[in-house]
């Protein structure tokens, strides 16, 4: 028996995200192996006959998809609601199944548009569009982009409202599979406004600091020097 077999499912997703240990991913694999596959088929199934071969790619795309950035979201919502993790790893499963068909139908229609939308922004471009070519300029705009959500999104739903934005952003959840998950506590409908609100808020601090930083230069470029030069 693994040393991590009888820790809790919070516990072991730091295990994975904090270090390299082989016996702790083989016990995340080991106890969420199950729930994942079993959401895929469910999923795929209301597409049709669906491969076996398709199904042990979607499984793989599942792992990557908790696993990207060292499992950054599912460690937070694993922090903030460890009663609720494995209902987040079946509702991450399933959308990226569901992702996977709508991607391959629209295709066929000779479309490529998402189902879900706000103010006409596609939550995966709008993401590509905000970062920069360069990983350390996107890591920059990700973390000035958190720290508008921390002076934004106050209130006693703060952390729930970062989760959501995050989840909508970055790893492409529909504000229905958002709504799924047992913390939320929000109806689709309401996931999508707080998305939108977020958004909003984001976008006019994103660009009152580039403003900022324009105005900035502009004066450094007339001779003035900063304050904490004198």
């Given at each position: 028996?693994?040393?991590?077999?009888?820790?809790?499912?919070?516990?072991?997703?730091?295990?994975?995200?904090?270090?390299?240990?082989n016996a702790a991913w083989e016990e995340f694999v080991q106890r969420f192996h199950r729930p994942?596959?079993?959401?895929?088929?469910?999923?795929?199934?209301?597409?049709?006959?669906?491969?076996?071969?398709?199904l042990d790619d979607l499984i793989?795309?599942?792992?990557?998809?908790?696993?990207?950035d060292r499992c950054q979201l599912l460690l937070e919502f694993a922090i903030q609601h460890p009663e609720s993790v494995v209902g987040y790893i079946k509702t991450i499963a399933a959308n990226v199944t569901h992702?996977?068909?709508?991607?391959?139908?629209?295709?066929?229609?000779?479309?490529?548009?998402?189902?879900?939308?706000?103010?006409?922004?596609?939550?995966?471009t709008e993401a590509q569009s905000l970062s920069a070519p360069g990983a350390i300029e996107r890591q920059i705009l990700l973390?000035?982009?958190?720290?508008?959500?921390?002076?934004?999104?106050?209130?006693?739903?703060?952390?729930?409202?970062?989760l959501i934005f995050w989840l909508y952003y970055r790893q492409g959840m529909s504000a229905k599979a958002?709504?799924?998950?047992?913390?939320?506590?929000?109806t689709a409908?309401?996931?999508?406004?707080?998305?939108?609100?977020?958004?909003?808020?984001?976008?006019k601090q994103i660009v009152g600091m580039r403003l900022d930083a324009t105005e900035e230069?502009?004066?450094g470029e007339k001779g003035f020097l900063p304050a904490e030069s004198y």
């Amino acid at each position: 028996m693994s040393r991590f077999s009888s820790i809790s499912a919070e516990e072991l997703v730091r295990a994975c995200a904090e270090s390299n240990d082989n016996a702790a991913w083989e016990e995340f694999v080991q106890r969420f192996h199950r729930p994942i596959g079993l959401s895929i088929v469910r999923t795929a199934y209301q597409w049709g006959d669906v491969p076996r071969q398709l199904l042990d790619d979607l499984i793989q795309e599942t792992y990557l998809k908790l696993c990207a950035d060292r499992c950054q979201l599912l460690l937070e919502f694993a922090i903030q609601h460890p009663e609720s993790v494995v209902g987040y790893i079946k509702t991450i499963a399933a959308n990226v199944t569901h992702d996977y068909f709508r991607s391959r139908y629209s295709q066929k229609r000779g479309a490529g548009q998402r189902q879900e939308s706000l103010d006409g922004i596609d939550p995966t471009t709008e993401a590509q569009s905000l970062s920069a070519p360069g990983a350390i300029e996107r890591q920059i705009l990700l973390r000035q982009i958190d720290k508008c959500l921390e002076t934004s999104a106050t209130g006693p739903d703060q952390e729930r409202d970062r989760l959501i934005f995050w989840l909508y952003y970055r790893q492409g959840m529909s504000a229905k599979a958002i709504a799924n998950l047992p913390s939320v506590g929000l109806t689709a409908k309401g996931v999508e406004s707080a998305i939108l609100r977020l958004t909003r808020l984001v976008r006019k601090q994103i660009v009152g600091m580039r403003l900022d930083a324009t105005e900035e230069k502009e004066r450094g470029e007339k001779g003035f020097l900063p304050a904490e030069s004198y």
